[in-house]
């Protein structure tokens, strides 16, 4: 027959202490110590302060009498110098001095040593150091030196006034910085820095280019990315092992390690819808980078790339591109220098599709437009056209670019090139002035139906 057996139930903790003050909640076992309020704290302070303030109080009153007097110290120092004692008994230690050997001398045969000992026998035979003393008293040594070693004072530099007249002076002229130009006289060269030989290097330029630039060409990789690899030792030309730095002809055969292969296949690029108040690089001005939304939250959850985050994709995360402040759509970060080259190169190709809401506020000079009058009506077809081609920004002119109303109020634009705030620039160039601009495609991929502030990644099927 089984036996149930109750158990009382448990006390409740105590909230207070002895003093009736508070105490802070159970962690665990036992009870934490009371937490100390703000008045206890400053009274506890104010009692240290005037205890202190007494003992200085106390040491600055105190008499001033002689050294022996003093509380603390009774009496001369056992073991110390006493004036009283005769000379000869000052020396508690019988027996022969550490460091020297003198078989006639008192030391050896036990008697107290005295300082006139010494004097019975000459220099040379007291240490058994033939010739002086090195850095010891010199007779022949200047004056002063021999002051300096009496324990007299002596004077900075009195050395220089105890120079014989006749020693001669150095004839060199004075010297002469010839860092400064002023100084520099008319056939003044420079040195030239001395090269180390590197065979690898050896290349003229006419000859050919540097290796990491030629894989930049033939988008292997990015030039930053080049540069890892042949430090790494994963580049091959010719069947030799590359150095950085090292030029190669047109006809050179460049080989990869598969270790390449495989670090590149693991760089991510993110996909974000940027809101408007973020900046597209480093923050500035007080605004962040459209970067701080590459969080997991933030994650689309139709993203269907299928990659797993992990705390290495934000290593070395850079945006392709920039998009402005007051802007919003779609912005490319990516670990892959050869996006990065494909978007942003000197020779990038890739179409970028903006919607751009406008007003019409006319040119300086012109008359103004009645009101009501909606903006593609105000806008005439030559202008246009120069949005079309025709402008110059910054005295260089621009790519042709495919522009059109998408509504009454909407501009569609498709530009192959990406100035600094060049939609709105143009805009302004045509009277037109920009109140909202969103970017919804780059290349082959689009913004979609991707939320505001959320991100995906770029699966490996898609390409720009």
């Not at 030799?240 to 190669?248: D, E, I, M, P, T």
């Not at 910054?394 to 501009?411: I, R, T």
């Not at 090139?417 to 709105?424: A, F, L, M, P, T």
Request: aromatic share 4%; charged share 35%; glycine share 10%.
């Amino acid at each position: 027959m089984a036996t149930i057996t109750l158990k009382g139930k448990p006390k409740p903790a105590k909230t207070r202490n002895a003093e009736g003050e508070k105490r802070a909640p159970v962690r665990g076992r036992g009870v934490a110590n009371p937490r100390t309020t703000l008045a206890k704290a400053k009274a506890e302070r104010a009692e240290r302060e005037e205890r202190f303030q007494q003992a200085k109080q106390e040491r600055n009153t105190r008499p001033a009498g002689p050294r022996d007097d003093r509380p603390g110290r009774p009496g001369p120092k056992p073991g110390g110098f006493n004036p009283e004692r005769p000379r000869d008994e000052r020396q508690s230690r019988p027996g022969p001095r550490p460091g020297g050997f003198n078989p006639d001398g008192p030391q050896q045969r036990g008697e107290p040593f005295r300082r006139d000992d010494r004097s019975d026998r000459p220099r040379d035979d007291r240490q058994g150091r033939p010739g002086p003393r090195p850095g010891g008293f010199n007779p022949d040594g200047p004056p002063h030196a021999q002051r300096a070693q009496r324990g007299e004072p002596v004077r900075r530099n009195e050395h220089r006034d105890e120079r014989p007249a006749d020693r001669p002076r150095d004839d060199r002229p004075p010297r002469v910085d010839q860092r400064r130009v002023a100084n520099r006289g008319p056939n003044f060269e420079p040195p030239r820095p001395q090269r180390r030989s590197n065979p690898a290097r050896e290349v003229a330029p006419e000859d050919g280019e540097r290796l990491s630039k030629r894989m930049g060409e033939l988008k292997i990789a990015s030039r930053r990315e080049a540069d890892d690899w042949i430090a790494a030792g994963w580049v091959r030309v010719n069947g030799k092992v590359a150095v950085l730095g090292q030029r190669v002809g047109p006809d050179v055969q460049i080989d990869i390690d598969p270790a390449a292969r495989n670090q590149q296949a693991q760089l991510v690029t993110v996909l974000l819808h940027k809101p408007i108040g973020y900046v597209s690089g480093q923050a500035e001005d007080g605004y962040e980078p459209a970067a701080v939304l590459f969080q997991p939250q933030n994650r689309w959850a139709d993203d269907a790339s299928g990659i797993q985050p992990n705390a290495g994709h934000h290593r070395n995360l850079a945006p392709a591109g920039r998009l402005d402040i007051d802007s919003t759509g779609l912005l490319v970060l990516t670990q892959d220098g050869r996006i990065a080259r494909v978007l942003i190169g000197d020779d990038s190709d890739v179409e970028k599709e903006y919607l751009v809401r406008v007003e019409f506020i006319g040119l300086p000079g012109t008359e103004p437009v009645a009101e009501g009058v909606l903006p593609n009506e105000a806008l005439s077809h030559n202008k246009l056209a120069l949005l079309n081609h025709g402008l110059e920004l910054d005295g260089e002119a621009l790519k042709p670019a495919k522009v059109s109303w998408q509504n009454e109020h909407q501009l569609r634009f498709v530009l192959r090139e990406g100035k600094k705030r060049q939609i709105r620039r143009m805009c302004e160039l045509v009277g037109l002035k920009v109140v909202g601009l969103k970017r919804v495609r780059i290349g082959r991929i689009p913004l979609g139906h991707l939320p505001v502030g959320q991100w995906r990644y770029l699966s490996p099927w898609e390409k720009f």
